[in-house]
């Protein structure tokens, strides 16, 4: 059964947070209906969201669900897959959402030229209609499927991450800003921001 639908007004302040409507934000909206259906919206930091790519997708849940970047309850995996889980603090319970291979049909060979063509900036009016059309045309399907043809729901895979630290700044003895604490190093027994350790550890071939 299809979860609620977010509504056409809430899917427009999805886009103007983005910037622009396109299938990967598409694809975020769904699944973030799918969270939304069994989890609610995130107030606090009671949903945490682990989201295995950083691309348009990711904005549609951080704006929709609550779990953003900031907050701390949402974590990015760099595997560059369109997988989202969801984990509920108050009642332990998890989904992972991963998009169908065919979720967002694969591309035909005219649609492949085109995107070729439109990163070496050498696309006519024409051409830019086209490639705007198919994208639009994408986008539509996305919104209009059946949830269970977009995602599968599979169990959550390793441990629950912890709750966002709250961490004392130390001073860095070299630019002297303050630094989370766990972001510190140390070299030859003084306290380092990240970037001047690294800084120092190239001058010095450490
Ligand atoms: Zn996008
Ligand atoms: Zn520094």
């Known amino acids: 059964m299809n979860p609620k639908p977010v509504s056409p007004e809430l899917i427009k302040a999805t886009i103007n947070f983005h910037g622009h409507s396109c299938p990967g934000l598409a694809i975020g909206i769904r699944a973030s209906e ?11 930091e009671e949903i945490v969201a682990i989201v295995e790519t950083d691309m348009c ?13 900031g907050k701390g309850n949402l974590i990015h995996l760099d595997y560059g897959k369109s997988a989202f889980t969801f984990h509920s603090r108050l009642d332990g319970k998890s989904i992972r959402i991963v998009a169908r291979p065919n979720a967002i049909a694969d591309p035909d060979d005219d649609l492949i030229a085109l995107r070729t063509k439109k990163l070496k900036k050498e696309l006519s009016v024409s051409e830019q209609k086209r490639l705007k059309k198919a994208t639009a045309e994408r986008t539509k399907q996305i919104m209009e499927a059946d949830i269970d043809k977009l995602f599968d729901i599979k169990p959550s895979q390793g441990p629950v991450p ?12 070299e630019c002297g800003e303050a630094t989370m604490e766990s972001r510190t190093r140390r070299l030859f027994g003084q306290t380092l921001c990240t970037s001047c350790f690294e800084t120092l550890e190239n001058r010095f071939k450490i």
């Open 34 to 44: 799918l969270a939304m259906d069994r989890f609610g919206r995130s107030l606090d």
């Open 162 to 173: 912890r709750k966002a630290r709250v961490l004392e700044s130390l001073i860095c003895r």
């Open 57 to 69: 997708a990711v904005d549609a849940i951080q704006f929709l669900t609550g779990c953003t970047f």
